[in-house]
């Protein structure tokens, strides 16, 4: 008998199979099933909105990543001149406690406010440190400078690629996250395809079983995958 695809599966197993299903269909000399092709139809259109939802996550872990970079070099900014402010020699230690006093307008908690917040912080900060006698005081501690430079570049890449993710999104708001897509696909391929081939090997082999024999490998060995994933899963715990 076909299995039912796995619910607790990923994402990213029910877009894979799926895709995997619809090609085994499309090689099937079925494309012309009256019951077969209204339902791949569907389920073609709805595993692609899965698709463009799974790489909406993607983007967002991207900018994430990113946020992490920029978060590290703002914090390197500040330790870097923080440990300056304890210098032996007096002019260093001034000069430290200069930038300091500009880093500190905005410290190290700016890390922790939410992305258009931090952006809006950290180029106010990037331009207080460009003011002529702050530039004076950087000079004189080594590494300073270049940190400063790579959070520039950091907020840079991050603002870019935000504008970036925006521009692609922005009209795509409401539309039905992976999870919930990820059901309606389930639901598609167990309640109505998984279904109908049960009954079509049963009754009409001749037609439907070589078919229904793919479908069953297909969703065979991605059940087989989730078991063994929850299976370490578990002895690793």
């Not at 708001?173 to 696909?185: F, G, I, R």
């Amino acid at each position: 008998m076909i299995e039912r695809m796995n619910t607790t599966s990923r994402t990213t197993d029910v877009h894979g199979t799926t895709r995997l299903l619809i090609n085994a269909y499309l090689q099937s000399g079925l494309t012309e099933d009256r019951t077969l092709t209204p339902m791949f139809t569907t389920i073609t259109q709805t595993n692609t909105a899965l698709g463009d939802a799974i790489d909406r996550s993607k983007a967002q872990s991207i900018l994430a990543d990113k946020d992490a970079i920029r978060d590290a070099a703002d914090r390197a900014v500040g330790y870097l001149v923080k440990g300056y402010t304890y210098h032996p020699d007096e002019a260093i230690r001034n000069a430290a406690l200069v930038v300091e006093a500009v880093f500190n307008k905005y410290g190290f908690s700016v890390t922790e406010e939410g992305y258009v917040t931090e952006s809006s912080h950290l180029v106010s900060m990037l331009a207080d440190f460009a003011a002529p006698e702050v530039q004076a005081a950087i000079a004189l501690l080594s590494g300073v400078a270049e940190n400063i430079g790579i959070l520039q570049a950091a907020q840079d890449d991050f603002e870019n690629t935000q504008t970036q993710y925006a521009e692609e999104l922005a009209e795509e708001d409401n539309l039905p996250n992976a999870t919930e897509l990820k059901k309606e696909v389930l639901a598609l391929v167990n309640d109505d395809l998984v279904i109908f081939l049960r009954s079509a090997d049963r009754f009409q082999a001749e037609t439907y079983g070589a078919f229904a024999a793919v479908v069953a490998k297909i969703i065979a060995d991605m059940n087989e995958t989730v078991r063994k994933r929850r299976t370490k899963d578990d002895s690793e715990d």
